[in-house]
């Protein structure tokens, strides 16, 4: 936050945190829940699966006027993890890289990228 002094600082306040965490806890969509799966209850896993390259990743927001200095961050991945039961098997993938595959699907035979206007 910049006050009129022009420096940055974050703002820590617990009732900050408490609305913080309630927008991000109803800002989550899911497109189904057959059977409903979710939440998960923590007590009946064996094992679970986090599969994306950005689940590890520290990042939180674009540069420039877009970028945030919180006051702390977890990855998706450290706060499944740390959430966790004890003896609950985590297994991490990064899966697939989406652009470069992208990229080689669409090469032509002389082996360049088609050029689309």
Known sequence: MLDGDGQERTVDSEEDKVLMRKLAGESIVLLKNKDA???LRAHSLKKIAIVGGNARGMVLSGGG?????????????????????KGVQLTYSEGA??????????????????QHS
């Open 97 to 114: 890289r989406g652009q470069s595959i992208h990229l080689e699907i669409c090469r032509n035979s002389a082996g360049s990228i088609p």
């Open 37 to 39: 799966t979710l939440p």
């Open 65 to 85: 006027s877009a970028s945030l200095r919180p006051s702390y961050f977890t990855s998706p991945y450290g706060g499944i993890a740390n959430a966790l039961p």
